[in-house]
């Protein structure tokens, strides 16, 4: 019978300093992006600049979408009415379609469409 034995210090088990402080530089400051399409269309994003954060660049025909994105993040967005339905504006008063701006705060827009 053969037996072995294997041993380690406290030190061993203890996680390196480098990880914590590498967590602790991750300082990234999220604003919430909340785009809904209304009763009448779509809505689409596209990420104009790409993001080292982001592993998806576009959110294609959506009743609407809510997400997270690093400040100063450069986003455009647009709306795409159903039939018989037009694009009048965004809820906030913003009236191009396509849309882009970049990400400094929260943001909660709603497609406006209109009847043909």
């Not at 602790?24 to 990420?47: F, K, M, P, Q, R």
């Not at 455009?76 to 018989?84: F, V």
């Amino acid at each position: 019978m053969i037996l072995f034995v294997f041993g380690c210090t406290r030190a061993d088990l203890q996680a390196p300093e480098s990880i914590d402080s590498q967590i602790d530089e991750i300082d990234v400051t999220l604003y919430l992006l909340s785009v809904s399409a209304g009763s009448n269309g779509w809505v689409s994003l596209h990420l104009t600049k790409p993001s080292k954060y982001l592993k998806y660049q576009n959110v294609q025909d959506r009743a609407g979408f809510t997400l997270p994105f690093p400040a100063e993040t450069e986003v455009t967005i647009s709306a795409t009415p159903a039939d018989g339905y037009y694009f009048d504006k965004w809820s906030n008063g913003w009236t191009g379609n396509p849309t882009t701006f970049t990400l400094n705060s929260d943001i909660y827009v709603t497609a406006v469409y209109k009847t043909d």
